[in-house]
Structures are given as structure tokens and as C-alpha cells.
């Protein structure tokens, strides 16, 4: 696996052109999601780097700026440019923390469902979205080590 060295190099492999209008419209949503991190700042247990993350997707397929911005920022930067450089894989121990959580909040939001009075098909959807959930993270997300 290749490991990038510097922000230069990640935006020349990853960074690509659109339309005018779909470049508004990614900047648009990926500002959203620059928004929902920088909350992450100040509200313990918000992630910020998992909200920056497709923030910089977002950037590097419209404005070549802002991705630079997302991997030189103070606060989250170099954690998304950790991401870009390893080529877009998550480290073994966060693939399997993310599964546990995952995992842990889907059984909460099945009991809470389930105590509320649903029928069964509150709890089905949320077991279907947690398999397909986990699956993918496990399946399609590249590791290392």
C-alpha cells in the first residue's frame, strides 16, 4: 500500500473536477458536515472527525481549496490527512471500536423501539440497517494494520 507524504501529493491523486453546479452543491454539503464537526469541538462524545471526513469526500470532488483546508486545519487535520495519505483505510483497532458501537446503539435503539410500543417493524428495519451496516464496514472498508 502506497502512503502519501504530503497534502500536495494526497490532493493530486484524490482531488477531481465537476460542474459548476454540482460543485456548489457539494460545497454546500460538505459545509454542513464542516459544520456538525466544528460542534464536535466543544460537545464531548460529537465526532469531528468522522463528520470531516466526508466533508473532505465532498471538497475533493468540487473545490481543490477547501480539501486542502480539511487536511491542513489545526483541530482535525492532520487525522483526515492521515486518512487521504494511508489511502483511505481505517486502522484495525477503529474498524472493530466502530463495530462495538455500532452494535451497542443498535440494541438500545431495538429496546427503546421495542418498549415504545412498536410492533416489530421498527426493530426489523434497525437490526436490517445495523447487518448491512457492519457488513460493509467489515467487508468493503480497507484495513490496516
Known amino acids: 500500500m ?14 477531481r473536477k465537476t460542474t459548476p453546479i454540482r460543485k456548489w452543491i457539494y460545497v454546500a454539503i460538505g459545509s454542513i458536515f464542516v459544520g456538525c464537526a466544528f460542534i464536535g469541538i466543544f460537545v464531548p462524545g460529537w465526532p469531528t472527525v468522522s463528520w470531516m471526513v466526508p466533508a473532505a469526500y465532498l471538497f475533493s470532488i468540487s473545490d481543490e481549496r477547501f480539501f486542502r483546508w480539511t487536511m491542513t486545519n489545526r483541530w482535525v487535520g492532520p487525522k483526515v490527512f492521515e ?22 446503539m443498535s ?17 426489523v428495519t434497525i437490526a436490517i440497517v445495523w447487518a ?14
Open 2 to 15: 502506497e502512503v502519501l507524504e504530503s497534502v500536495d501529493a494526497v490532493i493530486e491523486k484524490y482531488a
Open 107 to 123: 440494541a438500545i435503539s431495538i429496546y427503546v423501539t421495542t418498549i415504545t410500543g412498536d410492533p416489530g417493524y421498527g426493530q
Open 132 to 145: 448491512i451496516g457492519v457488513w460493509w464496514l467489515w467487508k468493503k472498508v480497507p484495513t490496516r494494520e
Open 83 to 104: 486518512y487521504y495519505a494511508n489511502g483511505k483505510t481505517l486502522p484495525k483497532h477503529a474498524k472493530n471500536w466502530i463495530i462495538v458501537l455500532i452494535t451497542i
